[in-house]
């Protein structure tokens, strides 16, 4: 268990509709990750957030959105999911606002859309 | 920008036997590099981090990396396979400067023979 917790473990969902995708870091981690895993972009890095505030952003769809909570969890917030959305969504965290000593990472949430 | 390429999709090597897995990378500034390992229906794990400090770092399970600068290269080794070691292995870099967070290479599926 690497201490980053990512709900649900699977999700199953029609063209059109909207997820939401849940992230609780590491305790003591205050900057949050999330990163889309497909079999033809590999690791896309979506969007930063720490203690609250969006940081960085990254290849991440007009169509999906994200936040971070007071009590520091995340969600990133799909919309109008197109069959191409289907991917391993990873959650990951760090204690500071940098990357630089890598990343805690989450076990993914699957989503498959049909 | 920064970017990593990781040669070779699929290793397959026999247990005992020497496991390398290569990876070069380009960066206009110095990097951070990384070497993560994926596990089936798992999260990426850190396996070691070149932080700027030695030239060869030394990892968890027995994996080690050598930076070298003048070869743009951060290739992992383990000296003998062990079965468990069959896995997703990626290799990631940023920097001080990276605006877009760790970026991953495309990952080299390691597999085991008996």
């Known amino acids: 268990d690497s201490g980053v917790t990512q709900t649900p473990k699977h999700l199953i969902t029609a063209t059109g509709q909207r997820v939401t995708l849940r992230c609780s870091p590491r305790?003591?981690?205050?900057?949050v990750y999330w990163y889309q895993q497909s079999l033809d972009q590999g690791l896309q890095f979506l969007i930063q957030?720490?203690?609250?505030?969006?940081?960085a952003k990254g290849n991440i769809l007009e169509r999906f959105s994200a936040q971070q909570f007071p009590d520091l969890h995340s969600e990133l917030n799909l919309s109008s999911l197109e069959l191409g959305d289907s991917a391993l969504y990873f959650c990951?965290?760090?204690?500071?606002?940098?990357?630089?000593?890598?990343?805690?990472f989450g076990s993914g949430t699957r989503l498959t859309v049909v | 920008a920064q970017s990593v390429t990781q040669l070779g999709s699929h290793v397959s090597v026999s247990e005992g036997a020497l496991v390398l897995l290569r990876c070069n990378y380009s960066s206009s500034v110095p990097p951070y590099l990384f070497w993560y390992v994926q596990y089936p229906n798992q999260g990426l794990q850190l396996l070691l981090k070149y932080t700027s400090a030695a030239t060869l770092v030394k990892g968890i399970n027995g994996f080690e990396a050598e930076f070298k600068k003048s070869e743009t290269s951060f290739h992992l080794t383990k000296p003998s396979a062990h079965m468990s070691d069959a896995a997703e292995y990626f290799c990631?870099?940023?920097?001080?400067?990276?605006?877009?967070?760790?970026?991953f290479g495309s990952g080299t599926r390691l597999s085991i023979r008996p």
């Open positions: 305790s003591g981690d205050l900057s």
């Open positions: 990631a870099v940023t920097s001080y400067s990276s605006a877009s967070k760790i970026i």
């Open positions: 990951a965290s760090s204690v500071e606002n940098t990357d630089l000593y890598g990343y805690t």
């Open positions: 957030y720490y203690n609250g505030e969006e940081r």
